[in-house]
């Protein structure tokens, strides 16, 4: 568990999309986030106080985040001093990046020194078990995409946002890296080894009270075969009561794979329901949620409006419309 | 890739069961085995010369398999002195138990002074891509199970051993410890990280003559929540052109799951089929075959022709009448 409140590290930032990771807490966590540090050059702005180190200690944030991804996942050496020195002055530090905090010798050392932590959230950090598929309390949401990439991470915080706007018991359980420094904690899902996948989706989502929803952050998808294993085993390790279809229109191939189709909304309904089953006979599918950002607003709106009459089941765009129709139909499960 | 040939080191192994590797060895790849090793009070015996560990060099052992499972996965301190003498005479040591060769220290020392290796095939020693999903030439069968350990791999080896007796090219492709230390290689797929599955699976199975069988071995069942995500990638990254259904009738409740019941060999079938649809649209499932080592001779045979009637397939048990039936099949494909 990394500890909150964040600063938020942009470094020297390109531009708004390198700083996604930090843009993610902002929008969904700002409670996390006291500010931003920028260096000179930085293209990125996630309207959060520009702060220094000291500044933001004094604010009372306890982890340095870098929310920034640049070129090959690398930690630049620009951004060596700032790390250093914030580890002196009582920040802990969190990273996504491919390459490791503790690969950088100089940054162990330091930690060592100063006994602050290094949070390479791409490392599972714990010993999961073997999933042992015992029912539990509490009810599970899972986001299933035709394709990986189509907006199951931002439909599973958006419906968490809006139950927790209601009042309602609901958790968002991260599988990816995003997830994890969004929310502080989480299962970074793609580097757990195989035998424990599932169990490690049960250990994320645990026995809570009868009217608590998690939602659990999706990866991959069951149609694409470099991580459909990774799908099959959230379904079976998360048992979910509910799924909502994710699907993103605009796509002519399936992701990094030119040769394969992306399927229909009917297909992934048709093969995830059986799959689903297995873990939970009562899991039902709930609605569709579709990232549209590839069309005008009037086409969006009468594609989601086709979809909706033809899979019966309410159709939205969580980023356009908002996620309350979603928690609707969960709320009505 | 392991150096044969070996000598199995069946220790001091209370009875033949904890000596099921060295048998499997023994079974399937004889030519690989010059003799076996045992210790005052061993119960077990797989019918190879009994041979000193200078009998066995001269004779042009290379590697000293540890083909027995003991309590706990350890590496017994009776052992010791045999795997350090044998490093000493030239041998590589190879091992699937749970306590890893390399985390001794004594033997890590003697290997690096002998300059020997030490095989702990429980751990991947390849960094494995991610998986492509392009086609590739020749023909994979992979037997797929309604539950975990019904006999998939023992259907596969059969098939290949058939295949190679009627001069037709085939290779076993072993995904788990048992089948790696049989032939030598393979991929030991449950340690695998979850990202990589899939893509060390078309590893294990690369472009062939289309005149080429790879058997790949199967691990856990769609319907075995626990490992249903091993059995996806498996699955995707085999992208197999045939499959047959593995099936144990005398099974109260899927292994280790006490609240989940076997599935029908037809919902095997039903469920199996569209997911690998997704990585080969021409698999066809081409036989089916049953543990029916529960069962008498008389029972056993009447159950095989009530499935082979049911589900229009050849239905065998290969260890009771071999594999003959199922190579026909994949011939005839």
Redesign the interface.
């Known amino acids: 568990m990394i500890k909150t409140p964040y600063l938020l590290f942009l470094g020297d930032a390109p531009d708004q999309l390198a700083a996604k990771v930090a843009q993610g807490i902002r929008d969904w966590r700002p409670d996390n986030a006291v500010g931003q540090l920028r260096l000179p050059g930085c293209g990125a702005d996630v309207r959060l106080p520009d702060m220094t180190l000291e500044e933001a200690r004094a604010a009372g944030a306890e982890t340095l985040v870098i929310g920034v991804a640049n070129r090959g996942g690398e930690i630049s050496q620009k951004w060596k001093a700032v790390l250093l020195e914030a580890m002196d002055l009582g920040f802990d530090l969190a990273s996504g990046l491919h390459n490791l905090l503790r690969d950088e010798a100089d940054l162990v050392e330091k930690a060592r020194e100063t006994g602050r932590a290094l949070h390479d959230v791409r490392i599972p950090s714990v010993k999961y078990p ?6 539990r309390s509490g009810k599970r949401c899972l986001a299933v995409g035709t394709d990986c990439s189509v907006g199951k991470m931002y439909t599973s915080l958006a419906v968490d946002m809006e139950m927790k706007k209601r009042g309602l018991k609901s958790s968002f359980r991260a599988t990816g890296q995003t997830g994890i420094l969004i929310t502080g904690e989480g299962v970074p ?7 424990f ?3 490690a989706v049960e250990w994320l989502t645990p026995p809570a009270d009868e009217d608590h929803w998690d939602h659990i952050e999706g990866q991959g998808s ?2 694409h ?9 959230l379904i ?2 998360g ?1 979910p009561d509910a799924l909502i279809l994710s699907h993103e229109p605009t796509r002519k191939h399936m992701r990094g ?1 030119p ?2 189709d992306v399927p229909t909304l009917e297909a992934l309904r ?2 995830v329901l ?2 689903a089953r ?2 939970n006979p009562a899991v039902k599918v709930v609605g569709i949620s579709v990232n549209t950002a590839g069309l005008g607003e009037e086409e969006a709106l009468s594609y989601l409006a086709e979809v909706e009459a033809r899979m019966g089941l309410p159709a939205v765009d969580p980023f356009r419309q908002g996620a309350a129709r979603l928690a609707d139909a969960l709320e009505a499960l």
């Open positions: 073997i999933a042992n598929g015992e029912p899902l793609d580097a757990v080894v195989a035998d996948m599932a169990g069951l149609f075969i470099s991580y459909s294993g990774v799908t099959m085993a079976h390790g048992a794979l040769g394969y048709d093969l059986p799959i297995i873990a």
